[in-house]
Each structure stands twice: as C-alpha cells, then as structure tokens.
C-alpha cells in the first residue's frame, strides 16, 4: 500500500510585524512531502500513478530522493523505472514527466538497503523538456509516482520517496 505522508515545517513567526511580513516569511521555506510504499511490488506488478504532494502555493521542486528499504541493483533485462511526474491544476489530463529514475544499469543505477539516491540530477532528470520552468508549479499542480516493469520486471522495494519543495514568487 503506497501513501503521501506531508511533512511540514514549524515556524515561529511571533517577530512578524504585519501580515505582509508574516507572507514575506513564509515565502522563505522549504519543505518536504513524503510519499511511501509500505509494501514490495513483486516483480511484474506495478505501482499505479498516485499524488504524491498537492501544491498549495508557488514553489519549485529542488531535490527528490529514493529512499529503498531493500538494495536495488540495475538489471539490463528485467528492471522497474520510478516516473515523478506534474500535473497542473490548469491541464491535469496530461503528465510532465520531470524525473525518470530506470533501474536497468548496474552500477550505474544501483541504490543501497535504507540509503538515499539523490534523483534530482541530471542523470535521471527527464531530457531537455523537463528542464527549468518545468519543475516551477502553481497552486493546486500535483506530483504524482508511478512505477512500471519492463519485461519480467523487478520487484520494487518497500520504499519512499521525498520530494523537497521551495517557496518562490
């Protein structure tokens, strides 16, 4: 069963001196939105899209990690990918795929039991089109997670995955 747990920051704004301030500061934030596999997909099963945040104000994504509870070690043949994509609230009927992380390298794309592999690089980051302005989101966009198995596949790992937002303007 895969789930989005929010993870939100705490901020004390007590030395704000106006409602513009107390915005002004919230703008500064980063936070995070988790979402979780609690159980393995087996090896030809895959993992429907499913929301993993819903943005509730203009922010940019600036980091995603893959966070496995078992080790991950890439297969040429038989491979699962991980695909983070954007829904915007404007056109939700068509995905942005932003990060494409295909496990099919050894090596290369091998991930470490409870370790993280940092997905917000440009290796695993979808070409040229999800570039700059694609990982900019409006209010109400989503981030979704889906997983897919090529061939015979692989199992996917009892996992989460966070997602790292930033405030902007």
Same mark, same amino acid.
């Given at each position: 069963?895969?789930?989005?747990?929010?993870?939100?920051?705490?901020?004390?704004?007590?030395?704000?001196?106006?409602?513009?301030?107390?915005?002004?500061?919230?703008?500064?934030?980063?936070?995070?939105?988790?979402?979780?596999?609690?159980?393995?997909?087996?090896? %030809? !099963?895959? &993992? =429907?899209?499913? $929301? +993993? *945040?819903?943005?509730?104000?203009?922010?940019?994504?600036?980091? /995603?990690?893959?966070?496995?509870?078992?080790?991950?070690?890439?297969?040429?043949?038989?491979?699962?990918?991980?695909?983070?994509?954007?829904?915007?609230?404007?056109?939700?009927?068509?995905?942005?795929?932003?990060?494409?992380?295909?496990?099919?390298?050894?090596?290369?794309?091998?991930?470490?039991?409870?370790?993280?592999?940092?997905?917000?690089? %440009? !290796?695993? &980051? =979808?070409?040229? $089109? +999800? *570039?700059?302005?694609?990982?900019?989101?409006?209010?109400?966009? /989503?981030?979704?997670?889906?997983?897919?198995?090529?061939?015979?596949?692989?199992?996917?790992?009892?996992?989460?995955?966070?997602?790292?937002?930033?405030?902007?303007?």
């Amino acid at each position: 069963m895969a789930r989005s747990i929010p993870t939100e920051c705490a901020v004390s704004l007590l030395g704000a001196s106006s409602p513009a301030a107390e915005q002004a500061s919230r703008k500064l934030m980063r936070w995070t939105q988790e979402w979780r596999s609690d159980t393995a997909a087996a090896t %030809t !099963t895959a &993992i =429907a899209e499913q $929301v +993993a *945040a819903r943005v509730k104000q203009k922010s940019r994504l600036i980091g /995603v990690l893959f966070l496995p509870a078992a080790a991950v070690t890439g297969a040429a043949t038989n491979f699962f990918t991980l695909l983070i994509d954007k829904r915007t609230a404007a056109v939700p009927g068509t995905p942005v795929n932003l990060i494409s992380y295909v496990a099919d390298t050894p090596t290369t794309d091998d991930a470490a039991a409870f370790g993280s592999k940092d997905l917000y690089v %440009t !290796t695993y &980051i =979808a070409g040229a $089109v +999800a *570039a700059g302005a694609d990982f900019d989101l409006e209010e109400g966009d /989503v981030v979704t997670v889906e997983v897919t198995k090529a061939a015979a596949g692989m199992t996917f790992p009892i996992a989460s995955v966070q997602l790292v937002f930033e405030a902007r303007d």
